[in-house]
């Protein structure tokens, strides 16, 4: 072992204006977005993401339970949806494609540390996930992960490197299971 980490110097620097802007979207998410009703509201919340600088399409469903770190690094493709208690850690961008699916419990995380570094500091990678593909409850998908197109991701998986396109994943680590079946029309 060479070095050692010095984590009494350790600092990520912020922008006032990110410091700002992370202040009143959790005043904003606390006071208005959280308390929102489940089932309801979602164009309420919808609006309340764009103001702050996401990409939201039409026809997106959004629980109230979603914390979203930073809605100015979220993107979302036309009918996509994210399920309750989802947490989306985005200090880079995470792009959900369209008609897509985050279910409840899932982790989108963007940032780690630099563990080679001796101050050990942040560093973010972003996070994507294709048209029509399923990101079952309980998943954690590391930073800088791409998801394909038409993918389903099992419950409770580790994502930890990109998944193909139309294909059925699952496990700790994620790997591919078997293609996934054509839609039935």
């Known amino acids: 072992m060479s070095g050692q980490l010095d984590l009494t110097r350790s600092r990520t620097k912020w922008s006032k204006a990110i410091i700002i802007k992370r202040i009143l979207w959790g ?7 959280r308390p ?21 399409g039409a026809g997106v469903k959004i629980s109230n339970t979603v914390k979203i770190l930073y809605p100015w690094n979220l993107e979302m493709g036309d009918g996509s949806w994210i399920g309750w208690d ?9 792009k959900i494609g369209k008609m897509s ?22 560093v973010f990678f972003p996070i994507t996930i294709g048209d029509q593909a399923w990101v079952a409850a309980k998943c954690f998908v590391a930073p800088g992960v791409t998801i394909g197109d038409g993918t389903i991701v099992a419950s409770g998986s580790v994502v930890t490197k990109d998944m193909p396109e139309w294909q059925i994943c699952g496990g700790n680590p994620c790997k591919v299971i078997k293609a996934r079946p054509p839609i039935r029309q």
């Open 36 to 56: 929102s009703p489940r089932l309801f509201f979602t164009g309420w919340r919808n609006f309340l993401l764009r103001a702050f600088g996401a990409k939201i």
């Open 86 to 94: 989802v947490d989306v850690y985005n200090y880079a961008p995470v």
């Open 27 to 33: 005043v904003v998410w606390t006071l208005f977005f």
């Open 101 to 122: 699916v985050v279910s409840q419990y899932s982790y989108l995380c963007t940032g780690t540390h630099d563990y080679e570094d001796p101050l050990f500091p942040l």
